[in-house]
């Protein structure tokens, strides 16, 4: 087995394809196709199967998480907070404190019919400073009453207007 060795790797107009700034390194994907429900409880859960796992390469690097959630809740008046978490317990990137209200990266809300549900999209940055290999998952919490569903409408009838659908979790690793 040959083993090559280089500084950079430049494209023919010499831009830079590895080991520059910003570089994606590796990317890894999550996929619940599954679906998942959550009675409220006051309690942050995991949603079980949205998670992806990635070992940087470097503690230098900066890991971009994207996660598109597709949910319902049971009704107008229930909203969920959801939230990336890293290894299970560490918050990324949460909205300011503020009395009693609850901290997330996103609101899960009512889709306005219970047939159909609501797909979210958004995405954060973490710098785990590690190269051990590191979990992002989605949690939600609801102080309130109410269930999420997720990949599924609140009905899930078996009809026309029935659906589910997948959600995704994705991991880039880049240079910092």
Not at 56 to 66: F, G, H, Q, Y
Not at 98 to 127: E, M, R
Request: aromatic letters at 6%; a positive charge; glycine letters at 8%.
């Amino acid at each position: 087995m040959s083993t090559i060795k280089t500084n950079a790797i430049q494209t023919t107009a010499g831009k830079p394809i590895l080991n520059s700034t910003g570089s994606i390194i590796q990317v890894v994907q999550g996929v619940l196709t599954s679906t998942f429900t959550c009675v409220a409880n006051g309690t942050v859960t995991a949603v079980t199967g949205l998670s992806a796992t990635i070992t940087p390469t470097s503690t230098s690097s900066k890991i971009l998480v994207i996660v598109s959630m597709s949910h319902s809740v049971s009704q107008a008046s229930t909203t969920y907070g959801a939230t990336v978490r890293r290894n299970g317990s560490v918050n990324i990137q949460l909205g300011d404190a503020s009395g009693s209200k609850q901290q997330c990266n996103v609101p899960l809300t009512w889709a306005g019919d219970g047939n159909q549900h609501n797909a979210f999209a958004w995405s954060v940055v973490d710098s785990p400073a590690t190269t051990s290999a590191t979990t992002y998952g989605v949690y939600v919490n609801n102080d309130n009453t109410g269930t999420l569903f997720v990949n599924r409408s609140s009905t899930d009838q078996d009809n026309s207007v029935g659906k589910r659908s997948i959600s995704t979790i994705t991991c880039l690793e880049f240079t910092a």
